[in-house]
Structure formats: C-alpha cells, structure tokens
C-alpha cells in the first residue's frame, strides 16, 4: 500500500478529492443547461440595460429611432429634471429610507410574533385567528370604507402613519410565516418550557434563529411594499406632507413634465426636448436601483424562505 494512500487511511493526512469523470450524456446536459440559463439570464438583464441607455438619450432620438441597448445624442436632461430640486429628491429617499427601515423591522417581528402563536399548538383560538386573517385575503371592505376608517375615524390624513401602517403587515405575510414555522420542531418549544422559559424567552432565544430565511423573505417583500409605495401616498398624504415618499415624488414629476408637454402642443413651442419617455426610464433607474443593490445579498435566503413557504401552505 502507497504510504499516502496509508495516511488517509489512518486519518493522519487530507483526503484528496477525485475527479468525477463524465460521460458524454452529462457533458450535454450540462452545456444545455448553463446555455439556458445564460441566455434566460441575458434576457432579464436585457430590459435594464436598456432602460439605462434610453434615459441617457435624448427625447428627440427616442422617438425617432425608439429605444436601443446603446444611448443615442448622450444627454443627462432627464436626470438633470428630476435632481432640479436636490432638495426634495434627497428629502423624498429620507423618508422613503427611513419608513422602508422602521416599517421592515417593526413588521418582521409582529408577523414573527403572530406566526409564532398560530404555531403553537396550546394557542386556544389560532384556528379561529387563521381563518379571519385567511378570511380577509378573499374578502375586502374596499376603498371608501378603508378612506373613511383612517382619514376619518382614526385622523391620520396627512400623517406618514397613514402609509406606514397599512404596509405594516399582511395577510399574506402572516400565513407565509405561519407555514414556516411547521418546519421549526416543536419539540424546541416543549424543551424550553421544561427549562422553565417564558414565552417570549422560547421565541427570542429558540425560535427566531432558526426563522432566517424566513425572515429575510418576509423582509424583503415588506421592504419592496414600502419602497414601491405611491397609491397611498396619493390618497393620504397629497399636498399636504413638504417630502414625500420617493416613489410619489417621481410620480409627480412625470405626470408634471406630461401635463406641460400637452400644454405646449398646440402652440409653437418645440416639445422634442421636453422629457418624456427618457424621464420614466430615468425614474425608474433611480427608484429601483438601491432594491437591485440590496437583493444580491439576501438572495440565498429569499429563495430558501419562499420555497418552504409555498411547499409547506
């Protein structure tokens, strides 16, 4: 016997891995697959990249010769349009920023809670509570009685808690961290209450590690709900906030330039400068591109957290 091969066998050097030889079936299928998925891939990025390149163009060309993955007459005009103001723009991701924040955290651990008592199975009314919740994804009261419930009733028109507790959990989030927790072993929580652990001690200290993926699916929709958020803002807040949410504040200027362009369309003035399209390309590049930027990072647990979600419902 060979002296390393006599090592290995006796635990005193590594192990050296071995080349997995492929045959010519598993070659194919593998250069199909990466194929497929390069392509998939160029597919999504393709949209991007050309939304970057028309909100670099100028508005004459877009409509000209339309949208391509190259800028055409280079120009920053839709750019320099919506950072007219730094002002407001930098207030607007303020606020945006901060209710993204505080609405994640806040509401990743009351959905964590309510998840957490719905899974317990000496919860007297969690059948009960599971089918009102449920029961609310089916059925809605609508917009008017919503309106006058808020704005009226509880005097949040014109406050940022008007949005921000709207978004602050969902129905939806509730029974996706509920099936999540059928795949924490109860067990973890009857050892804790032998240890003599209270329960917020079990879900703190026991529970909760072990709801990453969870956690980081849950936060991530809730952080797309808050930094997507305009419809409310429109509805709740309007004129009366100075900042307002990101989202809002483009909205506002896109349906500003559109209002001057048909303002200006039967006189004599030219158009072809006034942004258009290149001002929603340029909107969307600056509203979506922190979201892209966070995304790589929880991506392992996102896809994890939804897949056990969807599996477990």
């Not at 045959?23 to 991007?48: G, K, Q």
């Amino acid at each position: 016997m060979h002296s390393s091969d006599l090592a290995e066998g006796v635990g005193i050097g590594p192990a050296k891995p071995r080349a997995i030889k492929l045959d010519r079936s598993d070659v194919v299928l593998r250069t199909i697959s990466y194929v497929t998925i390069t392509l998939f891939a160029l597919f999504c990025v393709l949209p991007f990249i050309m939304m970057l390149s028309a909100s670099l163009s100028s508005e004459a060309e877009i409509r000209r010769s339309g949208f391509g993955i190259l800028p055409k007459d280079f120009t920053l005009t839709a750019y320099e349009y919506i950072f007219n103001a730094p002002r407001q723009i930098v207030g607007s991701y303020i606020v945006t920023i901060v209710m993204t924040v505080c609405g994640t955290a806040i509401g990743l651990f009351v959905i964590a809670m309510t998840g957490y008592a719905l899974h317990r199975r000496d919860f007297p009314f969690r059948n009960h509570i599971s089918f009102f919740i449920y029961f609310t994804t089916l059925f809605s009261a609508g917009l008017a009685p919503t309106f006058l419930w808020v704005a009226r009733d509880l005097g949040l028109r014109g406050s940022y808690l008007a949005v921000f507790l709207q978004l602050l959990m969902t129905p939806w989030l509730i029974i996706l961290m509920k099936n999540f927790m059928r795949t924490v072993p109860y067990e973890i929580v009857e050892s804790g209450k032998v240890d003599g652990a209270g329960d917020f001690r079990i879900f703190a200290q026991l529970c909760l590690p072990m709801m990453k993926p969870a956690l980081a699916t849950i936060g991530l929709f809730l952080a797309l709900s808050y930094w997507n958020e305009w419809y409310l803002s429109s509805l709740y807040l309007g004129s009366t906030v100075e900042f307002k949410p990101l989202q809002y504040h483009l909205y506002n200027l896109i349906n500003t330039a559109n209002a001057l362009r048909n303002s200006v369309a039967g006189s004599n003035v030219s158009i072809t400068d006034l942004p258009s399209n290149t001002l929603k390309m340029a909107s969307a590049i600056v509203a979506t591109g922190p979201i892209l930027l966070l995304y790589p990072f929880i991506q392992k647990y996102f896809v994890s957290g939804i897949t056990i979600g969807a599996v477990k419902g």
